[in-house]
C-alpha cells in the first residue's frame, strides 16, 4: 500500500497548529487579562500559571512555521510574501513579551512596573490579533499569479480578517481565562469565572459571524456546505453539521458549568478549559472541511503544493521519532506543575 504523504503531512501540521492554539492560546489570553488583575499579587499569580510552560508552548508554532516550509514549499513560497508584515507584527510582540515577561518581575519603580505589565498585555494581545489577521487573510484567499503571490502589501487587511483577528482575541480570552479557573482559587478563581462567561458569550457572536462571513467569503465554501443565493442542499449539509453542532453544544454546556455555584456537584475546575478547546475544535473542524484540500485557499491543493516523495518520507521518519519526544515532554511538564498556585509562587530570581 503506497502512504499518501502529502495527506499525512497535511495532517501533521493541522495537529501542530491546532496544538499551538490550544496551549499558546490559553497563555496569551492569561497575558491579556493580566490587564484586569486587581493588584500586583493577583497578576503574579496569574503569571505563575503560565510560568512553567509559556516558553514551550511557542514551540508548536516552530513545528507549524517549519513544518509548512520543508514539506509543503510552494505554499510557503506563497503564503509568506503575502503575510510579511503579521508576521513581522506577531514576532515582535511574542519577543517584547517574552522580555517583558521577565523584566516585569525586576522592575523596582512604579513607572518601569507599569511599563513592563503594559509591555505584556500589549505583546499578548497584538500577537492574538495578528494571528487571526493571517488566518483571516487565508480563508479569504491570496492573489496567486503563475505560481507566485502577486498581491499587494496589505491585501491580508480587509474587514474580514479583522473579523477573523478581534474572533481569535475573544477566543484566546475564553482559554486564558478557563485556565486560571482551573489554575488558582479565591477571589482570582470567582473573577475568571466571569471573565469566561463574558468571553463565551463574545466567542458564540464571534462563531456565528465568522461562520456567515466565510459562506460569503467565495462561492466555494457557499458551495461545500450546500448553500446558494437561493436555496439549501441538505444533502451536502447534514453530513458536516455536527462540526458546528457540537461547537454550539459545547458552548450551552461550557455556559452551564460556569454558572453554577462553586462546592459540593459543581462541575470540576478542569472541565470548562476542555469544553473550550472543544469549541475551539469543532470550528478548526469546520474551517477545514470549508477549505480542503487546499493549503493555498483556493489556489494549490496539498499534493499540488507538497515536495517530493522522497523529501516527504524522509522527513516523516525524523517526526515520527520526534513528534511523540515532544508530546511526552509536554505531557511530564504540564504533569510536573499540575495544581493551583498560590500567593508567593512564581518567578523570583
Known sequence: MTLDLPMIWGFILAIGVFMYVMLDGFDLGVGMLTFHASSDEERNMMTATIEPVWDGNETWLIIGGGGLFAAFPKAYSIIMPAFYLPVLIMLAALIFRGVAFEFRHKAVRVPTRL????????????????????????????????????????????????????????????????????????????????????????????????????????????????????????????????????????????????SMKPGQGAAPDWRPYLLAIGIFLSGYIGLGVSIYPYIVPFEFTLHEAAARDNALAFMLVGAAIMLPIILLYTAYVYSLFWGKVKPGDGYHG
Do not use: H
Open 115 to 258: 511599563f513592563w505589565n503594559g509591555a505584556f498585555f500589549g505583546g499578548s494581545a497584538i500577537a492574538a490579533f495578528a494571528q487571526g489577521l493571517m488566518l483571516g487573510g487565508m480563508i479569504q484567499g491570496i492573489n496567486v499569479e503563475g505560481g507566485a503571490f502577486a498581491g499587494g502589501a496589505f491585501d491580508w487587511l480587509t474587514p474580514f480578517s479583522i473579523l477573523v483577528g478581534v474572533s481569535v482575541v475573544i477566543g484566546y480570552l475564553l482559554l486564558g481565562s478557563c485556565w486560571l479557573v482551573l489554575k488558582t482559587e479565591g477571589e482570582l478563581y470567582k473573577r475568571a469565572r466571569n471573565w469566561a462567561r463574558m468571553s463565551l458569550i463574545g466567542v458564540a457572536i464571534a462563531f456565528l459571524a465568522v461562520s456567515l462571513a466565510t459562506l460569503a467569503i467565495d462561492p466555494a465554501v457557499g458551495d461545500r456546505w450546500g448553500f446558494t443565493m437561493t436555496s439549501i442542499d441538505f444533502s451536502r449539509l447534514l453530513p458536516l453539521a455536527p462540526a458546528p453542532v457540537a461547537g454550539m453544544a459545547l458552548c450551552a454546556w461550557l455556559w452551564r458549568d460556569l
